[in-house]
């Protein structure tokens, strides 16, 4: 079978992660990224020898790529005439825009989070809805703080049944870098109910959900306290064996070093994973309690890298890779490097 | 009657806002201050021409504070004859040394959160537990986070009856202008359960609590998020006039600005408050949101000064200044300005 | 003499202390403040029970003040037809379309750094060129780091003469409270030379400057490394005696815990002033050293604050209420309760 | 010739570093690392599969490792039989301890910043004083920020000679991940003359150097404001030309994105580079400026990753593996991949 041909639009924060996750599917060919200006990330390819191509979507730009020395291959256009799939990880509102491309050209496509839904046909969750993506044309995935999320909640929902779920999200304002968005001395508060919970009730309309949203100056990693009615009363030991088995859920212990969003991010580093990314939300192990019936835990989500494994999990729902969920899942994380640990 | 006679030991955070508390009781007398060194906070008294008589409890530094020019009325011993009550809010662990001081002069006290609770006889909150402290000779008070959730959570459970309690503390690092700890991008997570859940139990065991404490770099005032269970279903209606009736609770409008932690101390600084205090908690109205009968809503704890009021009714407890939990409370609230709003 | 009557528009971080400072200033008046919507800053006002007379600038907002319960007396029109001069604090760009009404109505005004420099006659500095602001219709502040830095220059310069002057700007990314910009763990570097510098040269002509300019996540207060050439060899002494000669410089030493911007801001707190602000920035005595005939040090600059007296210097230039400047000066300060330290 | 055999003790923020470019460099070998507990630094290096030996400093902990799975080697006194030189990136005081057990075994050291200067014969940085390290047996590597800040004034000096520096640095006040130390809020300044400025004129005599350091909120990398004098004018295309040729040195665009700390690090993260480390410091081109004949600059310093390359240059003066210091720093720039772009 010859390998599914995907491109990636905006090479941003999540688009850079996105070619590299497409780069390691076997059965995936990664034709080319695209972007409008010679930006830190461009030129960081660059350096690197131009591991993939570069397409350019703003022609008129072309003169500040040629200054930079950097090699582009051809247009938005061009691109779309030799994929199967677009994921595309523009800014807000571009996508939108990108997708009556998409249509004239017959290319499927895959947007992210700060699109609104309506973009798409489905709003996808590798873990918690593969099915209804089988065969679609286009996906919008759920945004990072939802990716992980879910995962955690669709984790013990399959397990043990979930009927109910309050959240506090603790999310960092800026990502690394970020110089137009952040707070200093800062904890800002948003209405109730927050908007993940609203999308997981979208995902798994069984579960009714409800939380709040504080923003806070930390850049590598949300951190979220998770309340969930379980269908039936659980130990905290079976909980664990549930995240423990999941290939995309790390368990973490507090006691060893493992206590904050940046420890996370700074074991990724040491670990050697390309740009200290970790596609694993984590589970604080001793965060996990009980009132009465219902657990309680503390998860990282971290946000730069999350959503990768869903989004490859979307190419090979839409492309009809595999219709059995489970199948999918299971090259996604193969081929990530993804297992239970 | 004549005036009770009141000295505060550790003029820091804490300290300097229990004098300014004392100094507004009308039927309570300042007697002075104690402190070990001309710190800044002694500086600034200074400054002000020494509103506050000091006490030197460290006679190896009088030279500091005869070069600062700072002058100093006594000893701690010689306070210690002149008062009936001290306010101890030195360092933990340096109370419970004091404590043998006090003892010894027949002094009673009240020690702040930082003390264990053994070192007296009554862990005390003027709202929830008022009649327990009334003839003791030493108190413990309440820590700020968990003074300022009692008191959202006994506002409650007076009016409905609250079961249990989840909460996430997501809790100031550091006070303004603190070098001595802090973190940098960081959101650092504690096990399950926060002592702040403990701690509530103690002074409230007909509710159950638990909850989860993250560490997260600001300085103006921890944010916590509450799901309370109610006897009986309630409506926002009913929490909101309930919080609105209770002098030392603010709601606040995030649509109207107050929208963080950051925003409350603002205000608090335009109310032309010394130093920028409130006594008061904040409740965000938008965050109040139903889970089934639970009641979610996030509140704002201003560490400095919030406790300040249930010092104060401390004192009028050990003192037996009022035997009536409602009239101590309410000269507390008249003398500091407290009231519905 | 009948007072100079003044008008505050923009009631935001530097408009209510403009409001303040004038409020205190026993030959001026003031008339009212401007403002377009119910802001937490006049919403406080209101709590306080209006102190100063509140003008709406935006008529399709009175509901929201009427809703609010915030008395409103009147319309931007109306203030003009009571004031001689109006202090413009608006955000960038307002103050330009209000010059047109300040003309029609033949009114005075001053300008906050925020507006360009072409808005205003004269770009002033109340200690280096009250003479070129006296009986002028328009000036134009210098802003908060310019303000700070022109008064540490220009106290040396009066002394011993500054050829020179090369400085880093450590700049506040925020105001406490600000959710609409700020950055997280970031120190972003601006081209080379800051407008500081190019500011300084404009009032101080006969001075070289230049600096680089360093955004980081703080809100209380810019520090300022300064080198200054002096016309002479100067010792430190010598430097330390005019600065602590300054009323609006203060001097203080890190071993005493004025160790911060953080420090400074806490002492003023502690100091009891209102919404802990402090006019003066503070020199760190331990921070002056020598490199040659230059002389290094370094300030920190109350960006909240320090405009308001040397815009009330304005004032007495522009409405002529002293010619000669150090009276005018010396009115500001005594009115302010600013002296040497 | 047989490999210089190299061992790490202390595997944290540094010494993970060190053993990684120890294992780049093809004329060395990297015997194994020493630590004390299993980290997460440690545990880190088990889940990549052990690619370097661990050796246990602490034999009372060698439990802990089993619990955690980590193979063990063997003991500090067995990996100090094995090797010619210690890299010693331990705690400040301990490396003085360890220093005994070198001088036992007749094993050579390299001590990191952290450790007082006496605890060595040399004070060493590579490119400026390497002839002085050639064939002792104890060296002190130059800090971070030092070591960063003597390759910019050693570029110019060699070129043009430098008379005197005049710094400021703003100091990242805590590495990623850190919770034992960090501020928050807040500009902390030091007495000047700050060290670095002491250190360099003890590698580079013939210069003067003052500054001021102030700690600021972030994680990712010092920067520095350099005030130099040359010797003679010289213009910024000179000046440009020296940094752009130099290996260690990376000459970035504001304009291009490259704006902050905080970019660099994104940048090298991007660039794939292990843990998203970055040898080279960077000069922000746009921050070069003139005042007189002084040249103003900022730099960064990448304060994790920049000592390695004038570790291994230490290597290879006391081993004398290299007599000739162009030849050594020419072989450590190509094993690290180090060179002008």
Request: glycine share 8%; proline share 5%; charged share 25%.
């Amino acid at each position: 079978m010859s390998k599914v041909r995907v491109g990636v639009a905006g090479y941003g924060v999540i688009g850079q992660r996105l070619a590299d996750g497409v780069a390691r599917q076997e059965d995936m060919e990664l034709v080319g990224i695209v972007d409008v200006a010679p930006t830190l990330a461009i030129r960081a390819l660059a350096e690197k020898g131009m591991p993939y191509r570069l397409f350019c979507a703003a022609p008129e730009n072309m003169p500040k790529f040629e200054e930079a020395g950097i090699p582009v291959s051809g247009t938005m256009e061009d691109i779309l005439s030799q994929v199967d799939v677009m994921l595309d990880a523009t800014s807000a509102g571009i996508g939108r825009k990108n997708k009556e491309l998409y249509v004239k050209h017959g290319v499927k496509a895959i947007f992210q989070g700060g699109e609104k839904n309506d973009v798409a046909e489905v709003f996808f969750h590798g873990y918690a809805n593969y099915e209804k993506g089988v065969g679609k044309d286009y996906l919008k995935l759920t945004s990072c703080n939802t990716t992980g999320l879910i995962r955690a909640v669709d984790c013990l929902d399959r397990a043990f049944g979930v009927e109910r779920v309050v959240v506090t999200i603790i999310r960092r304002s800026a990502d690394p870098g970020d110089t137009h968005r952040g707070v200093v001395d800062l904890a800002l508060v948003e209405p109730v109910p927050n908007h993940q919970a609203v999308d997981l009730m979208h995902i798994m309309p069984h579960v009714k959900a409800t939380g709040v949203l504080v923003h806070v100056p930390t850049t590598h990693g949300h951190i979220i306290t998770v309340l969930a009615t379980p269908k039936r009363e659980i130990t905290k030991e079976e909980a664990l064996a549930e995240f423990r088995k999941h290939p995309r859920i790390r368990v973490v212990r507090i006691a060893d070093g493992f206590n904050s969003n940046a420890a996370m991010f700074r074991y990724a580093r040491d670990l050697g994973n390309p740009r200290g990314d970790m596609y694993e939300i984590a589970v604080f192990e001793e965060t996990i309690g009980f009132s009465g019936k219902d657990i309680l835990f503390a998860i990282n989500i971290p946000q730069e890298a999350v959503v990768i494994p869903e989004t490859m999990d979307g190419i090979r729902a839409c492309m009809k890779m595999q219709t059995v969920r489970e199948e999918a899942l299971a090259l996604t994380n193969k081929y990530l490097g993804l297992k239970p640990r």
